[in-house]
Nanobody, 122 residues
């Protein structure tokens, strides 16, 4: 059974870069056909797909966040990492990592971490 777990700081200051890591167990992030994504949910709002990294290493980003977002991976640790730069309080949200069937917004709960709250505040 594939399991995902987010980790990273719970508080980030405005203008800094938010970095979160997702550790995957029970399956390889290089397994054919899977995409490893980040989604978020601001307080009181809906889910927002941020981007994904493919089993091949190719990356895909939401157009609205592309200028501030990058996703990388460490295959030796079976982890992938989100970097979101120049954060503002509007980036306060619960951040989830998930496995998706494609490089597009996918909000299925079947393979998703429990989420981690990141607050942007000085």
């Amino acid at each position: 059974q594939v399991q995902l777990q987010e980790s990273g700081p719970g508080l980030v200051k405005p203008s800094q870069t938010l970095s979160l890591t997702c550790t995957v167990s029970g399956g390889s992030i290089t397994a054919n056909g899977y995409y490893w994504s980040w989604i978020r949910q601001p307080p009181g709002k809906g889910l927002e797909w941020m981007g994904a990294i493919a089993y091949s290493g190719s990356t895909y980003y939401s157009p609205s966040l592309k200028s501030r977002t990058s996703i990388s991976r460490d295959t030796s640790k079976n982890q992938f990492t989100l970097h979101l730069s120049s954060v503002t309080p509007e980036d306060t949200a619960v951040y989830y990592c998930a496995r998706a069937p494609g490089p597009y917004p996918y909000y299925g709960r079947d393979y998703r971490g429990k989420g981690t709250l990141v607050t942007v505040s000085s």
